[in-house]
């Protein structure tokens, strides 16, 4: 006789175990990676030239998909999308694989104690939250802002609230890049205050949005504690976590 029921069990089983594993992290690193490789950042797609046509479709690039504060504060058609797609946007090599070593460390962590669609949510609301931070302190501004970074810092302050007390492996450049293993709260901490004394000094101009960086963390870690206060944080020390150089 079939046993129909230790069937269906075995199916389902079977299904949790191939949707196990942080789906949601790999499909936001493949989707940036896939997007900046067939964009013309990249220099890979013969379909947008070389010289002065690349650069000019790069420009056009970054002003279609990227966020400008002039025109997201002053409410220009479709400008209130721009948070959503500058998220998927970067503007060099250097950017992308920065960004998507920092997701792929924190971010597979933080979405299996969150699960996927809760992850993917607070990835894209906390991106949001970050990149309209900055454009409303910087309302005036034609420049414009592309890359994941302001919803990494959620998943970096989110992680830190979760896990304050697996270790990480870092590489700082004023110790001579040696690779030392530190509690991932000393590390995050230490990366938010230099985030934040940046942000501080930072002026209108080009360079990296260190106020998007502060706001996304702060984002990140209140609603970790308003969203998962009275569940179980992970005291002890959490599995080891690889990472690389500051973000």
Known sequence: MIDRRGAVRAVLGALRGARSGPTVTYGLIAACCLLFVIGPVSGLNPVYGTGDQLLAAQGAYFRRWGVVPADLMSGVPGALLTPLTALFVHGSWLHLLGNMLFLYVFGAMAEERM????????????????????AAAHASSEQTLVGASGAIS??????????????????????????????????????????WLAARAAGAGPGVAYLAHVVGFAVGFLYAWVRHRGGDRVKAQAAATEGESQP
């Not at 996927?116 to 900055?134: I, K, M, N």
């Not at 992680?159 to 000393?186: C, G």
């Open 154 to 195: 959620g998943v970096l302050g989110a992680f830190l609230f979760l896990f304050p007390r697996s270790r990480v492996t870092s590489l700082f450049p004023f110790l001579f890049f040696l690779p030392l293993r530190f509690p991932a709260w000393i590390v995050l901490v230490f990366w938010f205050v230099l985030q």
């Open 115 to 134: 699960g996927p669609v809760e992850f993917a949510l607070f990835y894209l609301g906390a991106g949001y939250l970050a990149l309209l931070g900055y």
